[in-house]
């Protein structure tokens, strides 16, 4: 029986054709201010749908972030309050510029708990990055209010959420800047890839300077920067991705609906991430089991469903973080989390048949360990 995998993108005819014309054209990149042909045309499709005044491609949603806290000049001796329950990177770019994160703990549905980063305030708080988790959005209100009365921006990590509504309003578009990452797995890919929308010009201008090693002209850099730019055929791969995003995202959405239909009541599992004010994209489909969670994944994988654990370490109890000192802090929520939590297969690629593995055999792995 064939593996099915967590994640898979899917790709046609229309990407196919899409990254011939680049290679056709022999322009692989664009080294300029405003960037190439398609890195426009990307960020065009990623400004229509938010409605944003602007958007920067770059070349992966770490790159995003890291851009954002250049560009508001976040440096040494200035905090970052993220939370643990993330992939590595939310907080890793704090560390890269120069500052402090100061992880705070999530709430049962994944997501930062505003009361938490509320509480971790001070004076040196520069920014706050709340993650949209597994494609989830977070408590957008509660969270800009609270930074909003302290002035401090809020920058989203939007990497798993391209297409998530909040109150009507698009992920990526609730704060300062959004971010997003177009990884191989995500919802819309470009292999590796990145995009930050801001309805600030100043803003958007110092991102393009910060992809571009702060050059508007060739060699004169006006501020630090890196080489951040996304090569065009990810950014033309990209733009096709973006014009199916609708059908993917109702695919993944059908695809949940199954799966909740079929496994989300089981006596020892429950699903938390729902509220009716707010869209979820299931970048990925998890669920909580009350115990034995490795032993589900383990007969997961005998029955070659790619089922898979995120984020099995909370960042602060990474090495990295641990090494620095920061493993001590008890974040319940969060380390609870990462015991309980397990992703199944939701992707557009899969099939009814795939699908129907899935829950049977999730089903089968439940009842013989919870
Ligand atoms: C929540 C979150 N933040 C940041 C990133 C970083 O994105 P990238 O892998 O494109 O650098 C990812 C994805 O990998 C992510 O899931």
Same mark, same amino acid.
Not at 2 to 17: C, D, K, T, Y
Not at 127 to 141: C, K, L, N, S
């Given at each position: +029986?064939?593996?099915?995998?967590?994640?898979?993108?899917?790709?046609?005819?229309?990407?196919?054709?899409?990254?011939?014309?680049?290679?056709?054209?022999?322009?692989?990149?664009?080294?300029?201010?405003?960037?190439?042909?398609? &890195?426009?045309?990307?960020?065009? @499709?990623?400004?229509?749908?938010?409605?944003?005044?602007?958007?920067?491609?770059?070349?992966?949603?770490?790159?995003?972030?890291?851009?954002?806290? +250049?560009?508001?000049?976040? *440096?040494?001796?200035?905090?970052?309050?993220?939370?643990?329950?993330?992939?590595?990177?939310?907080?890793?770019?704090?560390?890269?510029?120069?500052?402090?994160?100061?992880?705070?703990?999530?709430?049962?549905?994944?997501?930062?708990?505003?009361? #938490?980063?509320?509480?971790?305030?001070?004076? *040196?708080?520069?920014?706050?990055?709340?993650?949209?988790?597994?494609?989830?959005?977070?408590?957008?209100?509660?969270?800009?209010?609270?930074?909003?009365?302290?002035?401090?921006?809020?920058?989203?990590?939007?990497? #798993?959420?391209?297409?998530?509504?909040?109150?009507?309003?698009?992920?990526?578009?609730?704060?300062?800047?959004?971010?997003?990452?177009?990884?191989?797995?995500?919802?819309?890919?470009?292999?590796?890839?990145?995009?930050?929308?801001?309805?600030?010009?100043?803003?958007?201008? @110092?991102?393009?300077?910060?992809?571009?090693?702060?050059?508007? #002209?060739?060699?004169?850099?006006?501020?630090?920067?890196?080489?951040?730019?996304?090569?065009? +055929?990810?950014?033309?791969?990209?733009?096709?991705? +973006?014009?199916?995003?609708?059908?993917?995202?109702?695919?993944?959405?059908?695809?949940? @609906?199954?799966?909740?239909?079929?496994?989300?009541?089981? #006596?020892?599992?429950?699903?938390?991430?729902?509220?009716?004010?707010?869209?979820? &994209?299931?970048?990925?489909?998890?669920?909580?089991?009350? *115990?034995?969670?490795?032993?589900?994944?383990?007969?997961?994988?005998?029955?070659?469903?790619?089922?898979?654990?995120?984020?099995?370490?909370?960042?602060?109890?990474?090495?990295?973080?641990?090494?620095?000192?920061?493993?001590?802090?008890?974040?319940?929520?969060?380390?609870?989390?990462?015991?309980?939590?397990?992703?199944?297969?939701?992707?557009?690629?899969?099939?009814?048949?795939?699908?129907?593995?899935?829950?049977?055999?999730?089903?089968?792995?439940? *009842?013989?360990?919870?």
């Amino acid at each position: +029986m064939s593996f099915i995998p967590i994640n898979r993108p899917l790709l046609g005819e229309e990407e196919r054709a899409a990254v011939e014309d680049v290679l056709a054209s022999g322009k692989l990149t664009d080294a300029s201010y405003e960037g190439g042909k398609y &890195v426009r045309e990307f960020e065009g @499709k990623v400004k229509a749908l938010l409605g944003a005044r602007h958007a920067v491609a770059v070349n992966s949603g770490t790159a995003a972030l890291h851009s954002v806290l +250049m560009a508001l000049g976040v *440096k040494p001796g200035d905090e970052v309050i993220v939370p643990s329950f993330t992939f590595v990177a939310t907080a890793n770019v704090v560390l890269a510029s120069g500052a402090r994160p100061v992880f705070v703990d999530t709430k049962p549905d994944y997501n930062m708990d505003p009361r #938490e980063f509320r509480r971790a305030i001070t004076r *040196k708080t520069k920014a706050v990055i709340p993650v949209h988790v597994f494609g989830y959005p977070a408590d957008m209100d509660e969270i800009r209010e609270a930074a909003a009365s302290k002035s401090i921006p809020v920058i989203e990590d939007a990497a #798993e959420s391209m297409g998530a509504t909040y109150k009507g309003t698009q992920t990526g578009r609730l704060s300062s800047a959004g971010c997003f990452s177009m990884y191989a797995s995500k919802v819309v890919t470009s292999g590796e890839g990145g995009a930050i929308s801001t309805d600030d010009d100043e803003l958007a201008d @110092k991102l393009r300077l910060v992809r571009n090693h702060g050059m508007v #002209e060739h060699n004169d850099s006006r501020h630090l920067g890196f080489n951040y730019r996304l090569p065009e +055929m990810g950014a033309a791969l990209a733009s096709v991705q +973006m014009d199916r995003l609708g059908g993917f995202l109702d695919a993944r959405a059908k695809n949940a @609906k199954y799966l909740t239909e079929r496994v989300a009541s089981v #006596e020892g599992v429950s699903f938390t991430q729902k509220s009716g004010d707010r869209t979820h &994209v299931y970048y990925l489909y998890t669920l909580y089991l009350r *115990k034995n969670r490795d032993r589900v994944l383990a007969a997961l994988h005998s029955a070659n469903v790619g089922s898979a654990v995120y984020f099995q370490i909370p960042a602060h109890k990474t090495q990295l973080y641990a090494r620095l000192g920061y493993g001590r802090k008890v974040l319940k929520n969060t380390e609870a989390a990462s015991k309980h939590v397990i992703s199944l297969p939701v992707h557009p690629g899969l099939s009814e048949a795939d699908l129907g593995r899935v829950a049977d055999g999730f089903l089968r792995a439940a *009842k013989e360990n919870l």
